[in-house]
Nanobody, 120 residues
């Protein structure tokens, strides 16, 4: 599975962005998907995850209620809708495919990352 993340950019605090992750390969709908992020000087952290059928989702406490993860298996895509953005959301965001969890080690496939910058 190859993953391509897009949709990052510069946005003012309080604004919104929608990240997309396009997947290639026939196994997309058999994999859970996750979003992680890494801010400058910090370790990569979990943001959100969704099961292969989309029935279950989970979020980091820091984004719960502001971000929404979704997927469209017909389009081999996963999305991250980010609302009420804060300066601390500034990071490179990565999509990943693998086993449903909040731990990066359970994801086998990673995209290249898309940068999100939130100005205050």
């Amino acid at each position: 599975v190859q993953l391509q993340a897009s949709g990052g950019g510069l946005v003012q605090a309080g604004g919104s962005l929608r990240l997309s992750c396009a997947a290639s390969g026939r196994t997309f709908n058999s994999l859970s998907m996750g979003w992680f992020r890494q801010a400058p000087g910090k370790e990569r952290e979990f943001v959100a995850a969704i099961t292969r059928n989309g029935y279950s989702t989970s979020y980091a406490d820091s984004v719960n209620g502001r971000f929404t993860i979704s997927r469209d298996n017909a389009k081999n895509a996963v999305y991250l809708q980010m609302n009420s953005l804060k300066s601390e959301d500034t990071a490179v965001y990565y999509c990943a495919a693998g086993r449903y969890s909040d731990r990066s080690g359970t994801y086998d496939y990673w995209g290249q990352g898309t940068e999100v910058t939130v100005s205050s």
